[in-house]
């Protein structure tokens, strides 16, 4: 089965990580870590600021390399989440 990517954070996560609704029902677009209880768990953040957690991820954690942290910087414009908020 392909993995689930975060509309969000652009990273890949399993089901079990699958972020929650209001009514705790699983949501597959969104990780654990980006959507929990039917809302974003950062609602102030950024894409810019998401870059840089990205960029800050790869730098301190084996989580994500820093190829991989600038392929997924690469398509956050084109995730859900993001989609809307550069068009003006």
């Known amino acids: ?25 699983k949501n597959s677009d969104y990780c654990l870590g980006c959507f929990k209880d039917g809302k974003y768990t950062d609602h102030h953040l950024t894409i810019d600021d998401m870059k ?26 084109d995730l859900k989440r993001w989609k809307m908020t550069h068009i003006l």
């Open 52 to 77: 840089k957690r990205l960029l800050d991820m790869a730098r301190h954690h084996d989580e994500v390399s820093i190829e991989e942290a600038h392929q997924v910087i690469q398509i956050l414009p």
């Open 1 to 25: 089965m392909k993995p689930l990517i975060c509309q969000s954070c652009g990273l890949p996560f399993s089901e079990k990580m699958r972020g929650t609704n209001r009514d705790q029902s």
